[in-house]
């Protein structure tokens, strides 16, 4: 499962996630911003791959429970860890 997994952000194009938990709700497929497609079906995307952008949303903890943010952020597959 990819879409709603949960990752570690490690990269360093977005300071303020790195070492957060984020919760993936897109992959971005496709070199050429006019014609990229944008994924939100685990089976369509298959694995991730090399040149994708996986959209990610922060996890945010508010008095002990857990939500996802509504900003999302753009990182490269390898910018994510296993939880």
């Known amino acids: 499962m990819i879409i709603g997994s949960r990752r570690r952000y490690v990269g360093l194009p977005h300071p303020g996630l790195r070492g957060l938990l984020v919760e993936i709700v897109a992959v971005h497929r496709g070199a050429d911003p006019d014609t990229r497609e944008i994924l939100t079906d685990d089976d369509e995307i298959g694995d991730l791959q090399r040149g994708d952008l996986v ?4 996890i945010i903890v508010d008095g002990g429970k857990e939500r996802r943010s ?3 952020s753009d990182a490269r597959p390898d910018e994510l860890k296993p939880e």
């Open 70 to 72: 509504f900003v999302t």
């Open 55 to 58: 959209e990610v949303a922060p």
